[in-house]
C-alpha cells in the first residue's frame, strides 16, 4: 500500500460517497472526509466504512481543500483529492499505488488522473470532454490549492509530474434537477473568479499543461469574446468542432445544458454584476 492519505469534500453525497470510499480504500492509509454538514447519510456511510470525518462550514472548494489539509494533521508521503461523484477503477488505483510507490524518492512530486465522465448514464468520448486531466495526487508539504473561487488546481512548489495510462471514473448519479442546482452555485462562483482575475492572468507557470491551456484560452480567448456569442461560439464548438454530437441524445443534453444554461448564465451573471458596479459608481459620483 502507498504511503498516501485520501482526502473527498463532501455535501448531501449519500449517493456517491460508498462507492468512492470503497475505490480507494485498497492504496489510502487514511481516508479523509471533509464534510459541509450534510443533512443526509453522507457522514454515517462514510464513517460505517471506516473514513475520518471532519466536518467545516463550506466556503469554495479550494478553501474547503485548503482546510482539509491542514486540520488532519497528515503524516503520509502522498495526498489524493478526489470527489464523490468520482471513483477510481480497479487498474488506475493499481496505477496510483505503484507509481506512488515507485516515486518516493524521485522528483516525481504529482500524478495526473484521466476521468472517464459518465452523464445520464452515458459515456462522453467526445465533445473536448474525454479525457479530462487533473493534478490530483501530490506529495505532501509540495503541492498546494490555487486560491480561487472556481476551476482552482493544484500546484506544485517545484518537481515533474506524471500522468495515469488508465481512466478513473467520474459518474454522478444524482439527476438533472440536481446537476442544475450544483451548476447555478457554481456559476455564481465563477462569476466571482471572473472579477477577482481577469486583470491578473499570467499566472499559470505552475499549472499542469492541459490546465494552463484552459486557463489561458478561457481568460485571453472566450472571455475576450462578446457576452451572449461566447456561449454560442461554446456549444458550435464543442458539439460539432469536437464531434459531440457523437455521445447521442445524451451528449446533446450536455453540450446545450453546458452552453446555453450554464456558461451563458455565467455571463448573466457577469452581466448583472457589471450593472451593479456601474449603478454603484453612478450613486458615487452624483452624491459629490
Known amino acids: 500500500m502507498a504511503d498516501l492519505t485520501t482526502i473527498i469534500l463532501t455535501y448531501n453525497e449519500e449517493l456517491n460517497i460508498e462507492e468512492c470510499i470503497k475505490?480507494?480504500?485498497?492504496?489510502?492509509?487514511?481516508?479523509?472526509?471533509?464534510?459541509?454538514?450534510?443533512?443526509?447519510?453522507?457522514?454515517?456511510?462514510?464513517?460505517?466504512?471506516?473514513?475520518?470525518?471532519?466536518?467545516?462550514?463550506?466556503?469554495?472548494?479550494a478553501k474547503q481543500f485548503k482546510f482539509g489539509l491542514d486540520a488532519s494533521n497528515i503524516d503520509t508521503q502522498?495526498?489524493?483529492?478526489?470527489?464523490?461523484?468520482?471513483?477510481?477503477?480497479?487498474?488506475?488505483?493499481?496505477?496510483?499505488?505503484?507509481?506512488?510507490?515507485?516515486?518516493?524518492?524521485?522528483?516525481?512530486?504529482?500524478?495526473?488522473?484521466?476521468?472517464?465522465?459518465?452523464?445520464?448514464?452515458?459515456?462522453?468520448?467526445?465533445?473536448?470532454?474525454?479525457?479530462?486531466?487533473?493534478?490530483?495526487?501530490?506529495?505532501?508539504?509540495?503541492?498546494?490549492?490555487?486560491?480561487?473561487?472556481?476551476?482552482?488546481h493544484i500546484i506544485l512548489s517545484h518537481g515533474k509530474t506524471m500522468e495515469l495510462k488508465n481512466d478513473s471514473l467520474h459518474n454522478d448519479y444524482k439527476d438533472l434537477s440536481s446537476w442544475i442546482d450544483k451548476h447555478n452555485k457554481y456559476s455564481s462562483r465563477e462569476m466571482m473568479d471572473y472579477f477577482e482575475n481577469l486583470s491578473n492572468t499570467d499566472n499559470v507557470e505552475n499549472l499542469n499543461k492541459s490546465a494552463k491551456t484552459k486557463r489561458i484560452i478561457k481568460f485571453k480567448i472566450y472571455y475576450k469574446l462578446p457576452l451572449g456569442l461566447r456561449s454560442l461560439i461554446?456549444?458550435?464548438?464543442?458539439?460539432?468542432?469536437?464531434?459531440?454530437?457523437?455521445?447521442?441524445?445524451?451528449?446533446?443534453?450536455?453540450?446545450?445544458?453546458?452552453?446555453?444554461?450554464?456558461?451563458?448564465?455565467?455571463?448573466?451573471?457577469?452581466?448583472?454584476?457589471?450593472?451593479?458596479?456601474?449603478?454603484?459608481?453612478?450613486?458615487?459620483?452624483?452624491?459629490?
Not at 492504496?27 to 471532519?54: M, P, Y
Not at 489524493?80 to 488505483?93: G, M, P, Q, Y
Not at 446555453?260 to 456601474?278: A, H, M, P, Q, T
Request: proline residues 1%.
Open 78 to 152: 502522498w495526498i489524493f483529492r478526489i470527489d464523490a461523484d468520482e471513483r477510481l477503477t480497479k487498474e488506475s488505483a493499481e496505477e496510483i499505488d505503484r507509481l506512488c510507490n515507485q516515486n518516493k524518492d524521485t522528483d516525481i512530486n504529482g500524478i495526473i488522473i484521466r476521468l472517464e465522465v459518465n452523464f445520464l448514464g452515458k459515456k462522453l468520448r467526445h465533445g473536448g470532454i474525454y479525457p479530462i486531466k487533473v493534478l490530483r495526487v501530490f506529495k505532501h508539504g509540495i503541492g498546494n490549492v490555487e486560491a480561487r473561487n472556481m476551476d482552482e
Open 23 to 61: 475505490s480507494v480504500n485498497n492504496i489510502s492509509k487514511r481516508i479523509i472526509v471533509i464534510d459541509s454538514f450534510s443533512n443526509d447519510r453522507t457522514v454515517e456511510i462514510a464513517r460505517k466504512l471506516g473514513a475520518e470525518v471532519i466536518q467545516n462550514k463550506f466556503v469554495n472548494h
Open 234 to 288: 461554446y456549444f458550435i464548438y464543442r458539439y460539432f468542432f469536437k464531434l459531440g454530437f457523437l455521445d447521442g441524445k445524451e451528449g446533446l443534453i450536455f453540450a446545450v445544458l453546458q452552453a446555453f444554461w450554464y456558461r451563458f448564465l455565467v455571463d448573466s451573471k457577469i452581466y448583472e454584476k457589471n450593472k451593479k458596479i456601474v449603478r454603484t459608481k453612478e450613486r458615487v459620483e452624483g452624491g459629490k
